[in-house]
């Protein structure tokens, strides 16, 4: 079965720099949601988008944006990296209105800001 | 300012024995509590859950448990296999939206 598709695996960059992290959500999955881990640290909400728009917002910095496509595929945007941005970045799928026990997660996109 | 808590990062268990993971959150209009698998590469994966109107759930050898006044709950894994070794997260949620709260983690090592 299709899952939750994350580009690129592992990311490295300059500080200063951009970065643009993709996700593909699983088929017919209408919400997209994105998550940082720190090293060492519990992975934090970001932000989701439920059928194109911003559903909710957690702690993602003004330096970052995110929008999510009419194919429901979802970019996390980050501009001016700082070296505290390197973390793996999850994104995660579902379907509106089911569980969040239907919620699945992609396996991480690894930033690096050197 | 951290709301789920993991205060052990990691435990080792042998084979056949039961493992216990703790998780306390701070949080009381957290309603819905989820344990999440995470191997090596791999995103996390959906383990069991509990709604705080129970206070235990039983799949298989994973049975969580509840303590709404204490704000605790612990995954017990028994027996015990190798095969478990992994990164167990917990997290929580408000009937408010989807977003989950998620702890640190703890590694778990099952010897043979």
């Known amino acids: 079965a299709a899952g939750v598709i994350q580009s690129p695996r592992h990311l490295i960059k300059e500080k200063r720099e951009t970065a643009t992290l993709k996700c593909y959500p699983i088929?017919?999955?209408?919400?997209v949601y994105w998550y940082q881990q720190g090293p060492g640290q519990d992975p934090q909400f970001l932000i989701s988008?439920?059928?194109?728009?911003?559903?909710d917002k957690g702690s993602i910095p003004d330096r970052f944006s995110a929008q999510q496509f009419s194919d429901y595929h979802s970019e996390l945007n980050m501009s001016s990296l700082e070296l505290g941005d390197s973390a793996l970045y999850f994104c995660?799928?579902?379907?509106?209105?089911?569980?969040?026990?239907?919620?699945?997660f992609g396996s991480g996109t690894q930033l690096s800001v050197l | 300012d951290q709301q789920v808590k993991q205060n052990s990062p990691s435990l080792s268990v042998q084979e056949g024995r039961i493992s216990i993971l703790n998780c306390d959150y701070t949080?009381?209009?957290?309603?819905?509590f989820l344990w999440y698998k995470k191997y090596p590469a791999e995103g996390p994966t959906f383990l069991i859950s509990?709604?705080?109107?129970?206070d235990k759930n039983e799949d298989g050898r994973f049975t969580v448990f509840l303590n709404k006044s204490a704000k605790h709950l612990s995954l017990h894994i028994v027996p015990s296999q190798p095969g478990d070794s992994a990164v167990y997260f917990c997290?929580?949620?408000?009937?408010?939206?989807?977003?989950?709260?998620f702890g640190k983690g703890t590694s778990l090592l099952v010897t043979p």
């Open positions: 995660a799928s579902s379907s509106s209105g089911q569980s969040l026990e239907k919620l699945f």
């Open positions: 509990i709604s705080s109107i129970k």
């Open positions: 997290a929580a949620s408000s009937n408010s939206g989807y977003a989950l709260n």
């Open positions: 988008f439920y059928e194109k728009m911003q559903s």
């Open positions: 088929p017919r999955h209408d919400t």
């Open positions: 949080n009381s209009m957290f309603d819905y």
